[in-house]
């Protein structure tokens, strides 16, 4: 079972409402789970710790009596020890400033905690409205495209995850005519746009690879066990990663240029965690990452071409330049 820096044991999650894949792991309604209202506490709690300066006690009440959860102190304080115990969140109280503070050292993944409690509160927000009928279904407009498939292995894989189970799959490559089996140690589920990934270690290699969840044919789950020896590795590779695709390298600075628009853009979507506004002053913006650049980072640059200058590092500038180049003799020729 997986465990946070501190050592704690962290729960497998059951989200993922009916042909949501978040419904399997949080187990709302069941005995011992969290309800609807305690999870609504605990996004609000971390958001507020985590955006805040060190917000007193007195001040994490007012904070969720106006959002209309008026609790007492005694509940306050379960509520914080859950978040940290249950969810792997190490809020501590910071007696220089006399206020909570979340010790991201210590934490999981904060920035995908909160996401992924906003999917869950975003999931409870429709389930309410479609029980309101028809109405509620003219004024929902989902992106028809995107129709997730490989929903019904994530069960399966966070159970095996979460046990150290090996699994054995068949995986077909968007670039092989034929699928290939596959036997491996899996770490995580990772999400990118619309499409869901496991990411695992093969039998007899040593570096991690991922595999559509809409291209696993075959699923087994083995009898045999592993230790999680690579998991800090793993998660390692993901923090300076776009996407999915690991490449060679340590991670670099990436400083951009960009329009004003887009600079705009990228405040509301950053396109990594790294991301950071240097300068804002004029017509043109300079935004700088820390990544190991790969496919799925060009891409994201290249959403926004002719607003969008690659600065450095030369190589990178270079070969963002050459794929430019590359785009425009297709409309040359």
């Not at 044991?9 to 309604?29: H, S």
């Not at 709690?45 to 969720?64: R, V």
């Not at 990411?199 to 699923?219: A, F, M, Q, T, W």
């Amino acid at each position: 079972m997986p465990t946070s820096a501190a050592g704690r044991t962290v729960p497998g999650l059951r989200v993922f409402w009916r042909d949501c894949p978040f419904r399997c792991y949080i187990g709302l309604g069941k005995p011992g789970k969290p309800s609807t209202i305690m999870l609504k506490r605990y996004l609000l709690l971390t958001e507020k710790i985590n955006n805040d300066w060190y917000p007193t006690f007195g001040e994490l009440q007012e904070f969720l009596r106006r959002h209309d959860l008026d609790i007492s102190g005694r509940t306050l304080q379960r509520d914080i020890r859950h978040i940290r115990n249950e969810y792997g969140i190490e809020i501590e109280y910071d007696r220089r400033h006399r206020g909570y503070r979340i010790n991201r050292e210590k934490s999981l993944d904060v920035n995908g905690f909160l996401r992924f409690m906003g999917l869950v509160r975003t999931a409870d927000i429709l389930t309410e409205s479609l029980r309101d009928g028809r109405g509620a279904i003219r004024n929902l407009d989902f992106d028809s495209v995107h129709m997730f498939s490989g929903k019904e292995h994530i069960r399966d894989l966070l159970q095996a995850i979460r046990d150290r189970r090996i699994v054995g799959i068949t995986h077909q490559k968007f670039d092989r005519d034929e699928p290939t089996n596959v036997t491996l140690r899996p770490y995580l589920l990772r999400e990118y746009q619309y499409r869901w990934y496991l990411v695992g270690i093969p039998e007899g290699e040593s570096e991690p690879k991922n595999y559509g969840l809409d291209r696993i044919h075959r699923l087994d789950v083995l009898p045999e066990t592993f230790e999680r020896t690579r998991e800090a590795y793993v998660r390692e590779k993901f923090a300076h990663t776009v996407g999915v695709t690991f490449s060679a390298g340590d991670p670099v600075a990436v400083t951009v240029r960009c329009t004003e628009l887009t600079g705009k853009y990228l405040l509301s979507l950053p396109i990594h965690n790294s991301q950071e506004i240097v300068d804002r002053s004029g017509e043109w913006w300079t935004v700088r990452y820390h990544v190991v650049p790969n496919f799925e980072f060009e891409q994201k640059l290249l959403m926004h071409l002719y607003q969008l200058e690659v600065v450095e590092p030369a190589w990178f500038r270079e070969a963002f330049a050459r794929r430019v180049r590359e785009a425009a003799k297709v409309y040359d020729e």
